[in-house]
Nanobody, 127 residues
Framework: QVLLVESGGGLVQAGDSLRLSCAASGRTFSSYAMGWFRQAPGKEREFVGAISNGGGYTYYTDSVKGRFTISRDNAQNTVYLQMTSLKPEDTAVYCC????????????????????WGQGTQVTVSS
């Protein structure tokens, strides 16, 4: 069992930056790949990015490449999503999720791959 708790969301203006954190419980955090997904009102859940269990590989959806960066600190059982140059279309509830390793560029994008999910944190970007 892995419990995930996100934090760091809020209301920002377009062009601002924000860093989300996802704290995980348990001693097996380093064995899981971690992903970030988001869901805007009236839209389907969308893959944002993922990081391998060791942190050596990252994957992103095209719309956030070059703006968002995922990192992790296995000693602190935490994964981060650094978001820069935020746009109003980035407004959504952001959730982190844990998937058994390994993941690939293809499997990282599938929500079905992830076993554990956090409750999410709201990010609102005003224009």
């Amino acid at each position: 069992q892995v419990l995930l708790v996100e934090s760091g969301g809020g209301l920002v203006q377009a062009g601002d930056s924000l860093r989300l954190s996802c704290a995980a419980s348990g001693r097996t955090f380093s064995s899981y790949a971690m992903g970030w997904f988001r869901q805007a009102p009236g839209k389907e859940r969308e893959f944002v990015g993922a990081i391998s269990n060791g942190g050596g590989y990252t994957y992103y959806t095209d719309s956030v490449k070059g703006r968002f960066t995922i990192s992790r600190d296995n000693a602190q059982n935490t994964v981060y999503l650094q978001m820069t140059s935020l746009k109003p279309e980035d407004t959504a509830v952001y959730c982190c999720a844990a998937a058994p390793s390994p993941i690939s560029s293809l499997t990282a994008r599938s929500a079905a791959r992830y076993l554990y999910w956090g409750q999410g944190t709201q990010v609102t970007v005003s224009s």
